[in-house]
């Protein structure tokens, strides 16, 4: 089975500090996704991957960057979170016909 | 540039059909997916269809794309309760490099009444 897991179930950060997501999947799939996901607006995509070292932005990547030093691993970093970042963070990657999802990470921003 | 549209809401009687519409802009979609998401849970792959097919059945579900219109639609036969959920409609593009992205509708609510 595909594995794909995000190293917070939940996290509480306060405004102006760094945050880092991780996510690391386990079956060396080049394409990495990172998606938000707010009431009333889906899942928007914020950064991807499609090799090592390699991004490219998605919809709404302002106020974020990303990270992939290893194939397996794809890191999302709020360089200094605000309020409005407060939402649930979906990790993905992509094999062939199916895209494989982490459980998420629901950020509060306080 | 690419674009999901979903309505958001719908509502049905168990054992009735329920119909679920996406529309989408991006014409070198590769492959289109129905997503299901179970209130507190993560997103699961219920069916895709590939861009060169028109329709798709997979036991409950059928799939029908109409790539002229471009436009998507899932139906389920038979409406379960365990059939309430949020259902996304998404696609698979190309970007440069010959690489893939997926971007995703707003999700439409499915709320299967008993």
């Known amino acids: 089975d595909v594995k794909v897991t995000q190293s917070s179930r939940y996290l509480v950060k306060r405004t102006g500090e760094k945050v880092f997501l991780e996510c690391v999947q386990d079956m060396d799939h080049e394409n990495m996704f990172w998606y938000r996901q707010d009431p009333g607006l889906g899942l928007r995509l914020i950064y991807f991957s499609y090799d090592v070292k390699m991004k490219e932005k998605g919809d709404i990547p302002e106020g974020y960057s990303v990270s992939r030093e290893k194939k397996e691993r794809f890191s999302l970093i709020l360089e200094s979170a605000s309020t409005n970042q407060t939402s649930m963070y979906l990790c993905a990657s992509l094999l062939n016909t199916e895209a494989f999802f982490g459980q998420g990470t629901r950020l509060t921003v306080v | 540039g690419e674009d999901v549209e979903q309505s958001l809401f719908l509502s049905v009687r168990e054992g009735d059909s329920s119909v679920i519409n996406c529309t989408y802009t991006?014409?070198?979609?590769?492959?289109l997916y129905w997503y299901k998401q179970e209130p507190g849970a993560g997103l699961q792959l219920l069916t895709y269809?590939?861009?060169?097919?028109d329709m798709k059945q997979d036991q409950r579900l059928t799939v029908l794309l109409n790539k002229k219109d471009k436009h998507l639609s899932l139906r389920i036969a038979d409406t379960q309760t365990g059939d309430s959920a949020i259902y996304f409609c998404a696609e698979r593009t190309p970007v440069s490099g010959g690489y893939q992205k997926v971007t995703f509708g707003i999700g439409t609510k499915l709320q299967v009444i008993p």
């Open positions: 991006d014409s070198s979609s590769t492959y």
């Open positions: 269809i590939f861009s060169n097919m």
